[in-house]
């Protein structure tokens, strides 16, 4: 246990580094947006309503979604304007926060400037004080508290959605939230969640301090909580890792743990050759490959059958030899991506039932389990009956089972341990097939496709020698059964591994 | 007009909407002159008072101040010019009284140490106690703030004095004491005043010059013993005869005494 305490406190100054200038980015940005909007609204009576139905409108999106659209949105007008804008990482995390930070502080600022004694701005305009200093000398101090409880509750909320950067590949705290949530790892979710708890706490504490300067008008508290806040801003920003001359390498990982045992695998090759790896977790399909295709991340793993149906968009199912051989060819004309070789191998759709059900059946193989589909119940992921491997493999083999049920995939094994069903759609590669004595029936007319993890390098990557020659031991290097081990390890309830150690218990460093 | 007045409204018009709020009002006051502007709610004595530093843009017609147009100088630079004073007081909250006092002189760039011996002096001009230049405005009587926003109107020693109902809100007694002593004030410094009131006996007693205002249009322009004398048509004499009864009520009640 003290092992994860220790990696995760280890990746947290780095984490924190990106959070904090994540959040303050975009906390600016809606400040230098939302201040002049708000003054404006208040000259303009007609505007106000619309404007803050708009900033509203934004708050409604869950943040999650807000950030994911980005994505798309940022592809689209890449595409329109022949710019070459990232569309993953800082840029659209950016963006979403610094809308979603609007409507706090644009509300608020209205808020402030209504809440203003009438009387008081006729004496300020009848002494003579121009627009800039009836805004300095009389608006802002009496518009401070409100002003700044907006701007208090948007830091608060910014630095908390700033954890769902991680999905849209920009490193934050919600590295160690994400990654934890999926390998059942809680020691890395609190020690996120703290983390990003404190911030908040200090950073609405010094917002504090500056508010009740500008209510008390003194100018030294004004002044020391600003100075303290920049202070921290500074400080957060201070690479505290050693190896900051190093270059940097940036892993891709999906989110499950398959994929972050492999990133770690990576990062320990990539660190032994020298270079500062930083892993970019929890991608999704689409995403993870574009990032690579963009140059956004430098390496990951993807299964062939996934980018045979996703990339290409094809639909046959060739041999595993022949769909690599295709993908390498293929890639590299595309989009400059090099396929550097199979890790050893797969993770794909596979039928698998107990052993001794399967036995006393008499079933070997998908073959067998078309004349005994009639008399059994079948348990699947949400989206298995959905996807074209099924009805490939439904219509191959005659598959017509008596009963079918859909589960998460936990409640899935679950299922097929008890008997309530009695074959599952597992990964060929999860740690539980072995975990539960399941066999998996083979597939003697192909009608699954391949889906062989493969080690993608981006095209700035491929030519370089050094980058290649640390991950090529990878390649062939992993049997499926030491795959299934280390993902058990992570998956498993009781001594539980982090994905870092299992990496390390999977490719050993050399000594 | 043979001679520029110090002040000179010419045709001076305002709409709000299709309702005239000011009919083309034409007036010359000398310098040194107290002017009560009276009449009923809606009559446009306010607006007519803020064509003055600008306060309300005229649609039609000239406001000249010293022989030029109003309009030629920037509104805030007009105004530090011009003490203003009106019913809701407005001091600045977040400053103590000493700040709100000086705020026209810390706007003209005069420097903090010569503020704090003008400040002392102003308190003395409005009859309060200097120790008062460190109280917040939320520790003052209503008098007390407007004593205080009768101080920061002549911080920057303006010529004149635009007053907007400036007793209106406060207690008979104070009304009457803070009237006095600020007609006093008027004699003493030399200054032209402008005053708005529906108070017609605050106007009489105060002015040397009552302008009644009624629907936007000026309807009598006298001296407080010639108007009470020759009066005007019925609705300026109903606006007289108020205090006229008042005082005949109020010398009855004494002859049975």
Avoid at chain 1, 407 to 436: C, K, N, W
Avoid at chain 2, 66 to 86: C, E, K, N, S
Avoid at chain 2, 111 to 125: F, K, S, Y
């Amino acid at each position: 246990m003290s092992g994860a305490v220790q990696e995760a406190l280890a990746a947290l100054p780095e984490l924190v580094r990106a959070h904090v200038l994540l959040s303050a980015a975009a906390l600016g940005i809606a400040l230098v947006v939302g201040l002049p909007l708000a003054l404006w609204a208040a000259g303009h009576r007609r505007a106000r309503v619309p404007l803050l139905a708009a900033v509203s409108l934004i708050q409604t999106i869950p943040a999650l979604a807000l950030l994911a659209l980005f994505y798309p949105m940022l592809l689209i007008v890449d595409r329109a304007a022949h710019l070459t804008l990232p569309a993953l990482g800082f840029l659209p995390a950016l963006i979403a926060l610094s809308l979603y930070a609007l409507l706090p502080i644009v509300r608020n600022a209205v808020a402030a400037r209504e809440g203003l004694d009438p009387n008081v701005l006729e004496a300020a305009d009848g002494v003579g004080m121009t627009r800039g200093q009836r805004l300095r000398l009389v608006e802002l101090p009496l518009g401070a508290p409100v002003l700044l409880a907006g701007i208090r509750t948007a830091a608060v909320w910014t630095i908390g959605a700033a954890t769902l950067a991680t999905t849209v590949g920009q490193p934050s705290l919600g590295n160690l939230i994400f990654s934890g949530l999926q390998t059942e790892d809680w020691v890395r979710v609190l020690v996120g969640c703290a983390a990003a708890a404190a911030l908040a706490v200090v950073a609405d504490m010094l917002l504090a301090l500056i508010e009740s300067g500008l209510a008390r008008a003194s100018s030294r508290r004004t002044l020391a909580g600003t100075g303290l806040l920049l202070a921290a801003l500074a400080a957060s920003q201070v690479s505290w890792s050693a190896g900051a001359a190093r270059e940097r390498a940036v892993i891709g990982a999906k989110n499950f743990s398959e994929q972050y045992i492999l990133a770690a695998a990576m990062a320990d090759r990539l660190h032994a050759a020298g270079y500062a790896a930083q892993a970019k977790e929890d991608l999704g399909s689409a995403t993870a490959y574009r990032a690579l295709a963009a140059g956004d991340i430098d390496v990951y793993v993807d299964y062939g059958g996934t980018l045979w149906a996703n990339v290409l968009k094809r639909a046959d199912t060739p041999p595993a030899p022949v769909l690599r051989a295709a993908l390498t060819t293929e890639l590299a004309r595309r989009d400059g991506v090099l396929v550097l070789g199979s890790l050893g191998f797969e993770n794909a759709y596979a039928l698998a039932m107990r052993r001794s059900r399967a036995q006393a059946l008499g079933v070997r193989s998908l073959d067998d389990l078309g004349r005994a589909s009639p008399g059994l119940a079948l348990g699947s992921d949400i989206e298995f009956l959905s996807r074209p491997e099924w009805r490939s493999v439904a219509s191959a083999y005659g598959l017509r089972f008596a009963a079918t049920r859909s589960f998460s995939p936990t409640f899935m094994y679950r299922a097929i341990a008890d008997g309530s069903v009695d074959v599952i759609s597992a990964f060929s590669s999860d740690g539980r097939i072995a975990a539960l004595d399941l066999v998996t029936l083979a597939d003697p007319r192909r009608a699954l496709p391949s889906y062989e993890a493969l080690l993608l390098v981006s095209p700035r990557r491929a030519h370089d020698a050094r980058f290649l020659a640390a991950l090529r031991p990878l390649v062939g290097a992993i049997p499926i059964e030491r795959m299934r081990q280390a993902n058990l390890m992570v998956d498993r309830d009781s001594d539980k591994k982090s994905p870092a150690e299992a990496a390390r218990w999977l490719l050993p460093p050399k000594p | 007009m043979a001679e520029a007045a110090f002040l000179e409204l010419d045709r001076v018009a305002k709409r709000h909407g299709d309702r005239a709020a000011l009919d083309g009002v034409s007036l010359a006051v000398a310098a040194g002159s107290f002017v009560a502007l009276v009449g009923p709610s809606g009559s446009g004595k306010t607006t007519l008072l803020k064509t003055i530093n600008r306060l309300v843009e005229q649609d039609e017609g000239c406001v000249r101040l010293g022989g030029d147009d109003v309009r030629a100088t920037a509104p805030a630079r007009l105004r530090r010019g011009i003490g203003y004073v009106f019913q809701g007081i407005g001091l600045f909250p977040h400053m103590d009284v000493a700040a709100n006092v000086a705020i026209a002189l810390r706007l003209a760039g005069v420097p903090a140490a010569e503020r704090e011996g003008r400040v002392a002096e102003l308190l003395d001009l409005v009859a309060l106690p200097r120790d008062f230049a460190h109280r917040r405005p939320a520790a003052l009587s209503g008098g007390q703030a407007q004593r205080v926003g009768l101080a920061r109107a002549l911080a920057a020693r303006p010529p004149l004095m635009l007053m907007d109902e400036p007793f209106g809100a406060l207690d008979p007694v104070t009304r009457d004491e803070l009237g006095r002593a600020y007609r006093a004030l008027h004699e003493q410094l030399g200054l032209t005043t402008i005053m708005v009131t529906h108070d017609m006996t605050e106007a009489l007693l105060l002015a040397d010059r009552i302008v009644v205002l009624i629907d936007g249009r000026i309807r009598a322009d006298a001296a407080p013993a010639a108007l009470m004398r020759e009066g005007g048509d019925a609705e300026v004499r109903a606006l007289l005869d108020v205090p006229r009864r008042q005082a005949e009520r109020l010398a009855a009640l004494g002859g049975t005494a």
